[in-house]
T-cell receptor, first 113, second 113 residues
Framework: GENVEQHPSTLSVQEGDSAVIKCTYSDSASNYFPWYKQELGKGPQLIID?????GEKKDQRIAVTLNKTAKHFSLHITETQPEDSAVYFCAAPRMDSSYKLIFGSGTRLLVRP | NAGVTQTPKFQVLKTGQSMTLQCAQDMNHNSMYWYRQDPGMGLRLIYY???????DKGEVPNGYNVSRLNKREFSLRLESAAPSQTSVYFCASSEFGDGNEQFFGPGTRLTVL
């Protein structure tokens, strides 16, 4: 079945620096890769996603890159701000059912002022 | 719009007790999901409902039952709670399953003693 591995588990950066979180997936047929942000005490919220027909997608300070050959995708946050501090999850669908998202174990990002 | 609402926010049960977690969405979404979140393990799908009238098992369905009461509501029932079911439970919904954004509720923190 699909497996999603996420690294690092924790990441601490200085405000203004960049942060990169990487995920690898096992099912080469996976075609949709969302990233969710979870603030303390809240449910996860989608921040960006990418489909397998593109290699990169940007939205202001956030970007996601996809390497289908290596089966990994990464979240890039530039010019980090304290409000970026949160837990970030990547996910990929199980191909036996596109309704089933398999989530990575999460990355706790801390942006130091 | 309230989005996805969940009740209760917190619950403490004794081993063997039963309870139902309620979830409702007001976005006219077809698909609904129940996840559990445990430290270091990300989100794991318990059950999902692709559309009104259908339910299917996710990764960790044992010990749970669900009911898609109507298009808006999707409940999760623990018939005989066990300490291993101590977790934070999230309900989510999406317009459809295939590569659609999932909107999460605020979660229910359940402790089973």
């Amino acid at each position: 079945g699909e497996n999603v591995e996420q690294h690092p588990s924790t990441l601490s950066v200085q405000e203004g620096d960049s942060a990169v979180i990487k995920c690898t997936y096992s099912d080469s047929a996976s075609n949709y890769f969302p990233w969710y942000k979870q603030e303390l005490g809240k449910g996860p919220q989608l921040i960006i996603d990418i489909r397998s027909n593109v290699g990169e997608k940007k939205d202001q300070r956030i970007a996601v890159t996809l390497n289908k050959t290596a089966k990994h995708f990464s979240l890039h946050i530039t010019e980090t701000q304290p409000e970026d501090s949160a837990v970030y999850f990547c996910a990929a669908p199980r191909m036996d059912s596109s309704y089933k998202l398999i989530f990575g174990s999460g990355t706790r990002l801390l942006v130091r002022p | 719009n309230a989005g996805v609402t969940q009740t209760p926010k917190f619950q403490v049960l004794k081993t063997g007790q039963s309870m139902t977690l309620q979830c409702a969405q007001d976005m006219n979404h077809n698909s609904m999901y129940w996840y559990r979140q445990d430290p270091g393990m990300g989100l794991r799908l318990i059950y999902y409902s692709a559309s009104e009238g259908t339910t299917d098992k996710g990764e960790v369905p044992n010990g749970y039952n669900v009911s898609r009461l109507n298009k808006r509501e999707f409940s999760l029932r623990l018939e005989s709670a066990a300490p291993s079911q101590t977790s934070v439970y999230f309900c989510a919904s999406s317009e459809f399953g295939d590569g659609n954004e999932q909107f999460f509720g605020p979660g229910t923190r359940l402790t089973v003693l």
